[in-house]
């Protein structure tokens, strides 16, 4: 037996790091995802915010409706934490219930846009030819129409309820998800595991389901987790706008009702904004934290 | 030997990594004449591209630092210049070419532009003159249809033609010395061949030295006049590649030389199995007081494990640093 | 020759993906809950049934839904876009008014934001340990969590209370009397904090892609290449490395258009710029479907119009980007 002639070590041999035992997967990426700080804190302020929006109005029960007291109460002041706003309703009962909505809205919508685009996506790279073709056209159609003026236009047309918001907020912003998702699929699917499951006879919908997207899923899931902070910004655009539920206390609400008198009351739009701002970036500080665990090898950048 | 364009003396380069300190370049000396073709050997990660780089003063800095010795190029002190000055020497007085030709010339300029840049960085020649020069280079590399093909986009030209307009890019200014990383090892046997020929006359002609860093022993003793074996950051031999090669002291430059397979007429049936230097290169952080070789080596005795051995005279101008074959 | 070919495809695909975008909006408006007579009689006061129909019948409204698609069609071809019963005034005219105030704001926005987003990168990205790098990346994450009309009512806060010193509403001051150039001046200084705000959102976004971009092309070996050749680290920044850089950021640029476009209709909301995110909130406020129907057009052709300019923008950085 003749061994190889391995005389030139690879360069990494000479800086390289001892070598990391082999865990489990998802064990290894708990580990690198609570190592990084940043994804941390954006856990800790996620679950601080969803327990001030979900526990929070067990404890303080004033309906974010009722006049409570004198209208621009500033905050701290007459023992109103946020203060009262232009009708003199209670700004951290509204908080708490515009949370919810605001929170259970971009959920909602993400897991519709999510749906859509690793449907589109996942079919346009797993058979290619004409079907990714129709599909991308298809998906480009949709990345023409500016979202926010397609959906406000749902909105108009079908009424502002919670559902058709949900609905004009899912059905609009799947285009990146499908893109992901295809670029994904095109990747493995040339993949020696993906041909050889194939060349085994197995069904186009077990190979799309069980083998590729399963291996797929990283980037998607850095991509779902962003679709949802992006939801409740686009919810607190059109709440901002007029164009939701009236009946239905939102933090973009509280902004757009509020707006009219900003200069007696700057706080009563600068506190939900702030809320929406530090959900958003609890969220965007995870996925940061998802991506670097989910690709070990991007870690450097 | 005449004296020296090019001296490296005592060189000391440090990278600092999470793992502690590096010494990349350990106490490296190397000299150059004109018209020579020096050799630098060894295997990966020995620090020749390192000696290159702090040559041209591009020791990736941070985390890299030339610690201590001296560059000279004509007698010109080169480490502690400022940038603005290291920018006039490289390119002008200094050339290099690299090992991945696919990737070292930049994809957004043509390779005429690419060439003419030096020269009107350094000769202040107008675009006209710069890329009629770019044009001559590319005839000088033997390129066909130079003027077509300076118009040309990397992407269209193959990987031996990168290689040589990367030649022609680190002539173009007519440098004193020429440093060449491994410019063949990207590239297909015949095209190998090709590039070494072409640096052989090109040499030949302008009497630019040329270091040629290489692992391949066989461009070694048909090119280099002279040749410097290197193993974890330092010299380990040196002389001139006839007494080297033919005379060989250190035990990993004979391990090098007994690697390289031959070609034979008429193989025997049972062939005998390629001989190999056993285990790997040390990691630089973690070499210890002793000779850096001695973990491989098949000779070594108790000092070899306490002290680093000097790189001495064993016959004539032939320098070795092993205790073992010391004189 | 090659370039112009590409050219007139790709306005020829623009041209079809703008037939789908009139036909889903004339679908979806026709399958929607009540129609323009609804909201005519509502402003009336209430009609009874037969006037509805009498103004169904003026609106073409009982006509076929084929009928009516091919009736708004071939208006559209002939740059007819409808009538607005609202503002009382064809929807061309109504929408042709309002575009360039749209247009001015995106573009100077976008142009800030690219300029100083790829500036910042860049200088991120040659120093990683430096103060600027910790900058674009706080700058990212808040240009993608603060939303953008909050972004907005803290500056008018801001500009109205702290430092008096920009308008904070409209896009002229009627007082101001004088030549052209006067009243440029005047629109560019009512411009700045709109601008500015819809430029956030994008700041962070082009400033963390052009780091990631020029981290990347910094450690390429065409790079090492230009430094061995000596040039200057400004040039080797700024010519070799930067243009390479280019590519995602103006790849990703073209691709926003879209959601500029969006931000645009809420910072115009906020700032009272008379653009077409104001004239759509209106129209779909009082319902004026030929109104928002001409504006969802329009809008997707400035889209479809700077996709094809970034897609020969991208041709004249990159020379990999095969032809066709």
């Given at each position: 037996m003749t061994k190889p002639t391995e005389m030139i070590a690879p360069p990494e041999a000479i800086l390289a790091e001892p070598p990391i035992k082999a865990t489990h997967p998802l064990r290894e990426m708990a580990v690198m995802f609570f190592r990084n700080y940043t994804a941390v804190f954006g856990l800790v302020l996620l679950i601080a915010i969803l327990l001030f929006t979900f526990v929070g109005p067990l404890v303080y029960q004033t309906d974010p409706f009722e006049m409570v007291w004198a209208p621009f109460t500033r905050p701290g002041q007459d023992g109103y934490l946020f203060g009262t706003d232009y009708l003199g309703r209670d700004i951290l009962s509204a908080m708490m219930a515009g949370g919810q909505v605001s929170m259970a809205i971009g959920l909602a919508a993400a897991v519709i846009s999510i749906v859509i685009g690793v449907t589109v996506g996942a079919f346009a790279g797993y058979y290619g030819g004409w079907v990714e073709e129709v599909l991308m056209r298809f998906t480009e159609f949709f990345q023409v129409l500016p979202t926010l003026l397609f959906s406000m236009v749902i909105v108009a047309l079908f009424g502002a309820s919670l559902l058709t918001v949900t609905f004009a907020i899912g059905v609009v912003s799947w285009t990146a998800v499908a893109r992901v998702t295809r670029s994904e699929f095109l990747r493995i699917r040339e993949l020696e595991y993906v041909t050889a499951a194939r060349s085994g006879s197995?069904?186009?919908?077990?190979?799309?389901?069980?083998?590729?997207?399963?291996?797929?899923?990283?980037?998607?899931?850095?991509?779902?987790?962003?679709?949802?902070?992006?939801?409740?910004?686009?919810?607190?655009?059109?709440?901002?706008?007029?164009?939701?539920?009236?009946?239905?206390?939102s933090w973009g609400q509280v902004i757009g009702s509020n707006r009219p008198y900003i200069l007696d009351s700057g706080f009563a739009v600068a506190i939900p904004g702030f809320a929406i701002f530090l959900t958003v970036l609890a969220i965007s500080l995870i996925g940061d934290g998802l991506n670097d665990a989910l690709n070990p090898k991007l870690r450097q950048r | 030997m005449s004296a020296p364009l090019l001296s490296v003396d005592d060189v000391v380069v440090d990278f600092k990594t999470r793992a502690g300190n590096a010494r990349v370049l350990d106490h490296v000396s190397l000299e150059v004449a004109s018209g020579e073709i020096l050799g630098i050997v060894g295997e990966s990660g020995c620090g020749k591209s390192m000696t290159a780089l702090s040559i041209m003063g591009l020791v990736p800095s941070p985390p890299g630092k030339v610690t201590s010795g001296s560059i000279r190029l004509e007698g010109r002190e080169l480490v502690g210049l400022s940038e603005a000055e290291l920018c006039e020497v490289r390119g002008r007085d200094i050339g290099m070419i690299f090992q991945e030709p696919m990737s070292s010339l930049n994809p957004v300029f043509t390779v005429g532009e690419q060439i003419a840049e030096s020269v009107r960085l350094h000769e202040n020649a107008s675009p006209k003159a710069a890329m009629a020069r770019a044009v001559e280079m590319l005839r000088a590399v033997e390129i066909p249809e130079a003027d077509l093909r300076a118009k040309a986009y990397p992407h269209q030209l193959s990987g031996g033609m990168r290689q040589r307009v990367m030649i022609a890019i680190a002539l173009a200014c007519r440098p004193r010395v020429l440093i060449a990383d491994e410019p063949t090892t990207a590239l297909d046997a015949t095209v190998q061949a090709q590039i070494f020929d072409l640096l052989q006359d090109l040499q030949s002609e302008t009497g630019t030295a040329i270091i040629l860093i290489t692992h391949d022993m066989g461009a070694i003793a048909e090119l280099a006049d002279r040749v410097a074996v290197m193993y974890a950051g330092r010299v380990v031999e040196k002389g001139t590649v006839d007494t080297v090669l033919s005379d060989p002291q250190h035990p990993y430059t004979k391990g090098l030389i007994t690697c390289v397979p031959h070609l034979e007429p008429e193989p025997p049936l049972v062939r005998a199995p390629l001989p190999e230097i056993p285990g790997v290169v040390p990691a630089l952080t973690e070499l210890g007081m002793g000779c850096a070789f001695a973990p491989r080596c098949g000779n070594r005795i108790a000092q070899c494990g306490e002290a680093k051995p000097p790189l001495e005279a064993t016959v004539g101008p032939h320098l070795t640093a092993c205790w073992v074959a010391g004189p | 020759m090659n370039l112009l070919r590409i050219l007139l495809t790709r306005i020829g695909y623009g041209l079809i993906l703008l037939l789908a975008v009139l036909v889903l909006n004339f679908t979806l408006i026709s399958i929607a809950p009540g129609d323009i007579a609804d909201s005519i009689a509502g402003d009336m006061g209430g009609a009874d049934a037969e006037v509805i129909e009498e103004i169904r019948a003026r609106y073409g409204l009982d006509q076929p839904f084929l009928t009516q698609l091919w009736r708004y069609m071939s208006g559209v071809f002939r740059f007819d876009l409808g009538y607005s019963y609202f503002f009382n005034t064809p929807v061309t005219e109504l929408v042709l008014e309002r575009l360039p105030a749209t247009l001015l704001l995106v573009i100077s926005s976008q142009i800030l934001a690219i300029v100083t987003g790829t500036w910042l990168g860049v200088m991120a990205a040659r120093n990683p340990n430096g103060l600027l790098n910790t900058i674009v990346t706080f700058l990212s994450l808040f240009g993608f969590a603060a939303p953008v009309f909050w972004t907005g009512i803290l500056l008018i806060i801001a500009f109205v209370s702290v430092f008096p010193i920009f308008p904070v509403g409209g896009m002229q001051d009627v007082t101001v009397e004088g030549g052209f150039f006067v009243k440029a001046l005047d629109v560019l200084y009512h411009l700045v904090l709109p601008m500015v705000t819809l430029a956030s959102?994008?700041?962070?976004?082009?400033?963390?892609?052009?780091?990631?971009?020029?981290?990347?092309?910094?450690?390429?070996?065409?790079?090492?290449?230009?430094?061995?050749?000596?040039?200057?680290?400004?040039?080797?920044?700024?010519?070799?490395?930067?243009?390479?850089?280019?590519?995602?950021?103006?790849?990703?640029?073209?691709?926003?258009?879209?959601?500029?476009?969006?931000?645009?209709?809420?910072?115009?909301?906020?700032?009272?710029?008379?653009?077409?995110?104001?004239?759509?909130?209106?129209?779909?406020?009082?319902?004026?479907?030929?109104?928002?129907?001409?504006?969802?057009?329009?809008?997707?052709?400035?889209?479809?119009?700077?996709?094809?300019?970034?897609?020969?923008?991208?041709?004249?950085?990159?020379?990999?980007?095969?032809?066709?």
């Open positions: 197995a069904k186009d919908a077990y190979l799309i389901f069980r083998v590729i997207l399963p291996n797929a899923l990283p980037p998607i899931i850095v991509q779902a987790n962003l679709m949802v902070g992006s939801a409740i910004l686009f919810e607190a655009a059109l709440s901002f706008l007029g164009l939701s539920d009236p009946n239905v206390m | - | 959102i994008y700041l962070a976004l082009y400033s963390r892609l052009a780091r990631a971009s020029m981290q990347e092309v910094l450690g390429a070996d065409y790079v090492r290449t230009a430094r061995a050749k000596g040039v200057p680290e400004r040039t080797v920044l700024y010519k070799h490395a930067l243009r390479n850089a280019l590519g995602p950021v103006i790849t990703v640029a073209g691709l926003q258009f879209a959601s500029v476009i969006s931000g645009a209709v809420v910072v115009e909301a906020v700032f009272s710029w008379p653009g077409l995110g104001t004239l759509a909130l209106q129209s779909i406020l009082a319902r004026d479907t030929p109104t928002i129907m001409g504006i969802l057009f329009f809008s997707s052709l400035v889209v479809i119009v700077f996709n094809i300019l970034t897609d020969i923008a991208l041709r004249l950085v990159d020379p990999r980007i095969k032809a066709g």
